[in-house]
């Protein structure tokens, strides 16, 4: 009878890991994919708006896996979204462009694309944006140690935040805060 429940015990979890790799596996496939796709659809003369918009996708996509990639892509896009003067697209870029600098640890250059992102986003009076690269500069001058500014940054995400009536965007901005009381 002990061996039965053993047995059975020892099934159950060969079973779970089993399905674990599947799962896992899968999930590395389909983003392996979706990259393929994404550069398929690149290579197949779009026009410069759609292949503006593939490259800042493709830059974000690569992001975890190949950082000097995503930045490649990036800043493709952005010369792209340049060229046919798409302010929206190169705020959303630069601002991407600040998040991989910050993931790599340059905070500099992250505070430099965070800058001219947070300038275009004022241009376009995109409030959520805002908020959100208000945030992202907080959290760059966290590491930096650059503290009040920090905070001032966590506050002004939170302003707009409430005025674009962004609850996600309120949530967000007020963990940051509360990450700046805490620590």
Do not use: C
Not at 76 to 84: A, H, V
């Amino acid at each position: 009878y002990h061996i039965q429940i053993f047995h059975t015990v020892i099934m159950k979890k060969i079973f779970f890991f089993i399905l674990l790799f599947l799962t896992t596996f899968s999930i590395f496939l389909q983003g392996t994919f979706h990259l393929r796709e994404l550069q398929k659809t690149l290579g197949s003369g779009t026009e410069d708006s759609a292949k503006a918009s593939l490259l800042i996708e493709l830059g974000w996509e690569f992001r975890n896996t190949q950082p000097d990639s995503s930045i490649f892509y990036t800043r493709q896009g952005i010369l792209l979204s340049e060229k046919i003067n798409d302010i929206k697209k190169i705020a959303k870029a630069k601002g991407n462009l600040g998040k991989l600098y910050y993931n790599k640890s340059d905070d500099a250059s992250a505070l430099k694309y965070y800058n001219e992102s947070l300038a275009l986003y004022v241009e376009l009076k995109d409030t959520p944006a805002l908020s959100s690269v208000h945030l992202n500069i907080g959290y760059s001058y966290n590491r930096t140690n650059r503290v009040s500014n920090m905070l001032s940054e966590f506050i002004k995400a939170l302003d707009l935040a409430e005025k674009a009536g962004n609850k996600d965007k309120i949530s967000t901005a007020l963990y940051a805060l509360s990450d700046y009381y805490i620590s």
